[in-house]
Structures are given as structure tokens and as C-alpha cells.
Nanobody
Framework: QVQLVESGGGLVQAGGSLRLSCAASGNIFSINAMGWYRQAPGKRRELVASIGRSGTTNYADSVKGRFTISRDNAKNTVYLQMNSLKPEDTAVYYC?????????WGRGTQVTVSS
């Protein structure tokens, strides 16, 4: 079993910053890609950012230049630094990890950006 625990969500004003963290624990041999998705009310879940084991990153166009994904392989943790937040960033943010080509998901953390 693999458990993912997200933290760092909350309420912030537009233009503010938040840092999300997601720690993986349990039966972990080696984590490949790690990433963050988000789902706003009435919308489909979408990729926000991903990072490979070697550090290669990928971002949704809507967050490029504002969000930064990073990881600490020793701690099995992935981070999402979110700056210049906008009301349209409001969503539940989920972390995901790829272990042995199987995806595991966290329960999500709410991010709310007020205008």
C-alpha cells in the first residue's frame, strides 16, 4: 500500500502565494514521475505540473511562469510553489505518483483564491 498526504492548501487573496506538499509513504520501491492535478467545481480534472525522477518538468500553459514543481527523492515528497495566484486557480489539488507504472492519488487539498 502507498499513502499520499497533501498539505499546504488554504484561502489566499489574488496575487498571493501558497506551497503545497505531498509526502508518499508505504510500500515504495522507486517513484518515477510525480505530479499535481486540480479539479474545479463542474470541470474536469486537469494536469497542473509534473516532474520526472531526473527533474524534468512539465507545466500546464495556464500556470507557466507562476507555479514551480520540485521534488525531494530522499523524502519521497513533491512540492508545488504557487505564486501570483488568480481566482481561476481555485480548485481541489491532487498529487499523484507513478510507482512501477501504477498511479497513486492523494485525497486532495482545497485551494481557494479570493478576488
Amino acid at each position: 500500500q502507498v499513502q499520499l498526504v497533501e498539505s499546504g492548501g488554504g484561502l489566499v487573496q489574488a496575487g498571493g502565494s501558497l506551497r503545497l506538499s505531498c509526502a508518499a509513504s508505504g510500500n515504495i520501491f522507486s517513484i518515477n514521475a510525480m505530479g499535481w492535478y486540480r479539479q474545479a467545481p463542474g470541470k474536469r480534472r486537469e494536469l497542473v505540473a509534473s516532474i520526472g525522477r531526473s527533474g524534468t518538468t512539465n507545466y500546464a500553459d495556464s500556470v507557466k511562469g507562476r507555479f514551480t514543481i520540485s521534488r525531494d527523492n530522499a523524502k519521497n515528497t513533491v512540492y508545488l510553489q504557487m505564486n501570483s495566484l488568480k481566482p481561476e486557480d481555485t480548485a481541489v489539488y491532487y498529487c499523484t505518483v507513478d510507482i512501477m507504472q501504477r498511479n497513486y492519488w492523494g485525497r486532495g487539498t482545497q485551494v481557494t483564491v479570493s478576488s
